[in-house]
């Protein structure tokens, strides 16, 4: 069974950081890896679709990589702002029909 | 506006009092699926289905049902529930399966005493 997992769980930086959220997974047999966010009290919205083909995706100031041999994939921010304060989750998408999660990163971005 | 709907977004009932937990999706997406979300636990698999009329249990499927009548619409049923499916509940999207990122919509609280 696949399992997801996330470090750290928690996360504190100030504001104008850099930072790599980090993902990883057991099975290799994916389709593609989707980071999400999600805010206290909603639901998730889609950040990132990454193919199991490709390498990483970038969208703004949103850069995800995946090393599908090695399991791993990583979401780096650049400059945070408090707006990125959220949980981030990572999701596989597995050969099986079925979705895996990890438990999420919470970020914290101090002005 | 695309989007995924759910309905109640909140809930409190009873042990053993049957429900519906209402998904529906204007994308004309072929896969839907629900997950419950616990602390500690992460977003758990229920039930997906890759299109019309084709169902499968995902990870957590005891106690729960489903349907998919129709495209757009992929119902979460509970028979009886139990305070074990207290949780917050998702009901995502996506066109295909395997290709395309997923769409969530914004969550039903359900707490069964």
């Known amino acids: 069974k696949q399992e997801v997992t996330q470090i750290p769980a928690a996360l504190s930086v100030p504001e104008g950081e850099n930072l790599v959220l980090n993902c990883s997974f057991t099975?290799?047999?994916?389709?593609?890896l989707q980071w999400f966010r999600q805010d206290p009290g909603k639901g998730l919205t889609s950040l990132l679709l990454i193919q199991s083909s490709q390498r990483e995706q970038t969208s703004g100031r949103l850069n995800a990589s995946l090393d599908k041999s090695s399991g791993r994939s990583t979401l780096y921010i650049a400059a945070s702002q408090p707006g990125d304060s959220a949980t981030y989750l990572c999701?596989?998408?597995?050969?099986?029909?079925?979705?895996?999660f990890g438990t999420g990163t919470s970020l914290t971005v101090i002005p | 506006e695309a989007q995924v709907t759910q309905n109640p977004r909140y809930l409190i009932t009873v042990t053993g009092k049957k429900l519906t937990v209402t998904c529906s999706q204007n994308?004309?997406?072929?896969?839907m699926s629900w997950y419950r979300q616990d602390p500690g636990l992460g977003l758990r698999q229920i039930y997906y289905?890759?299109?019309?009329?084709?169902?499968d249990k995902g990870d957590v499927p005891e106690g729960y049902k489903v349907s998919r009548k129709e495209k757009r619409n992929f119902p979460l049923i509970l028979e009886s529930p139990s305070p074990n499916q207290t949780s917050l509940y998702f009901c995502?999207?996506?066109?295909?399966?395997?290709?395309?990122?997923?769409?969530f919509g914004p969550g039903t609280r359900l707490t069964v005493l």
């Open positions: 099975d290799s047999a994916i389709y593609n």
């Open positions: 289905s890759m299109n019309v009329e084709v169902t």
């Open positions: 995502a999207s996506s066109l295909r399966y395997g290709y395309n990122e997923q769409f």
């Open positions: 999701a596989v998408m597995n050969t099986g029909n079925q979705f895996y």
């Open positions: 994308m004309n997406h072929e896969y």
